[in-house]
């Protein structure tokens, strides 16, 4: 008779409105289930003869129980890892266009080099440029259908006044190949591209304000405008005006000195109407202690550990605004309501399956968090040539989480293992928003069900 055990990989979550009910996820499977406290204890302390035979045959059809030693269950970890990283590297290319490294921005946070952004050299997209990154595009994926159909505006901040010109040939040319576009920007001279905001076009906005007024423009600071706070909110105000159909997500990079400003932000943005419209929402990012922001700069930054990170939007309430959230809840209620297993995936972004990012000197990197900084360029573009940097390439595009310890971890498929750029720890933070969103999910659902 074969020898059974409570799977490594079991996720309970009590569900808050329903005494002694918990959601049961399985970790590798995918599995949600609806159980007891009386099953959750069972499983827990292995006490399987306790179980029925129905509720232990339907246990182990779904994984929670299992006759796999916990060796064996790693290695299956490790195969499946394998598998579903294959999938997104050959299903997947993304691509993010640098327009440009220069920007009207200080920020102190800031990873790129600050020699691009105070030069008085325009470092930016030429048109035949352009038509190359194109080119090049077809060339890393030939098969259209394989191909992102959004392409991402990055910087130094791409959508600059003087930018205009350039960014409208990127657009126009990409619509004419079927491309649409998203622009992270800092909003400031959004009121020059109010004819490029569109379904067709330039479709979402990710602009950076850290906090209200007062904290924002001490820090974001303009190179001349010491309010820019109120420009960058005139011109989103200009956009809801003018009924112009694009998301707008606003990021709060937060550390000590403005994080309990963000719910001042929230009630601002309430007051000035932002948050009726459907297509505006906020969310909160910690800011990194990146080797590659300046000492000089270190000085304007208060940061905070991930713990007193998670402790202080735990205690504001706001775990449900922290970046990331979205991506949990959307799995969570795809599974729920479609009464489908849970997405898996095995790695934290496209970085590590097929993420391109071009700058204008010609550079490619794999991921938008490490632009300008040479020692994790993948290639560059000479002429008719691409030429890769094979090691770099393979270390980012190999990258999943059987290279972490993260294959011993319950949560290893539905959190990826974090950014590989940032080497940061966020796993508490990844177990409050699963908790958070199963159970909004759950009152959401059944909440759907009662009132029909």
């Not at 399985?26 to 159980?35: E, K, Q, S």
């Not at 490029?196 to 007024?213: F, H, M, R, S, V």
Request: glycine residues 4%.
């Amino acid at each position: 008779m074969e020898t059974l055990r409570t799977s490594s990989y079991i996720i309970p979550v009590k569900l808050e409105s329903e005494e002694g009910k918990y959601m049961l996820i399985h970790g590798y499977t995918g599995a949600m289930d609806i159980v007891s406290e009386s099953v959750v204890l069972c499983l827990k302390y292995n006490e399987i003869k306790k179980l029925s035979d129905l509720t232990l045959q339907a246990l182990q059809r779904r994984g929670y129980i299992t006759n796999k030693t916990k060796e064996e269950e790693i290695e299956y970890v490790e195969r499946v890892a394998q598998a579903l990283h294959k999938r997104d590297e050959i299903l997947h290319k993304s691509f993010t266009w640098v327009v440009t490294y220069n920007c009207n921005f200080r920020c102190p946070y800031c990873f790129e080099k600050r020699e691009y952004k105070d030069s008085p050299h325009r470092i930016v997209l030429t048109k035949s440029q352009v038509d190359r990154l194109f080119n090049a595009m077809i060339e890393i994926e030939p098969r259209k259908q394989l191909q992102d159909s959004v392409i991402t505006l990055y910087g130094g901040e791409p959508l600059l006044k003087e930018n205009k010109e350039i960014v409208t040939y990127i657009v126009q040319e990409g619509r004419k190949r079927g491309y649409k576009f998203h622009a992270i920007t800092n909003g400031y001279d959004l009121d020059s591209y109010l004819s490029l905001l569109a379904p067709n076009l330039i479709t979402l906005l990710q602009i950076t304000i850290d906090g209200t007024k007062k904290n924002h423009n001490q820090k974001r600071k303009h190179f001349e405008d010491s309010n820019s706070f109120d420009k960058i909110i005139s011109n989103i105000k200009l956009i809801f005006e003018k009924g112009l159909n694009v998301d707008i997500h606003i990021r709060v990079n937060v550390d000590k000195y403005n994080l309990e400003d963000f719910r001042a932000l929230y009630f601002y943005f309430g007051q000035i109407g932002f948050l009726a419209h459907k297509n505006f929402k906020m969310y909160l990012a910690l800011i990194q202690n990146n080797e590659e922001v300046k000492e000089n700069d270190k000085n304007d930054i208060n940061f905070l550990s991930e713990s007193e990170y998670l402790k202080s939007n735990e205690k504001m309430g706001t775990i449900t605004a922290c970046a990331g959230y979205d991506a949990v809840y959307k799995k969570i209620e795809y599974a729920i309501t479609a009464k489908k297993s849970l997405p898996l995936t095995a790695v934290h972004c496209t970085a590590q399956t097929g993420e391109y990012v071009f700058s204008p000197l010609k550079e490619i990197y794999p991921c938008w968090e490490v632009v300008g900084n040479k020692k994790f360029q993948i290639g560059i573009i000479e002429n008719n040539t691409i030429s890769w940097n094979k090691d770099e390439l393979k270390k980012w595009h190999t990258h999943d989480v059987t290279s972490l310890s993260c294959k011993y971890c319950k949560y290893v498929f539905l959190c990826g293992g974090g950014c590989l750029a940032m080497k940061t720890n966020q796993c508490n933070l990844f177990k409050k928003m699963i908790i958070k969103a199963v159970n909004t999910v759950y009152n959401s659902v059944y909440a759907n069900l009662f009132n029909k």
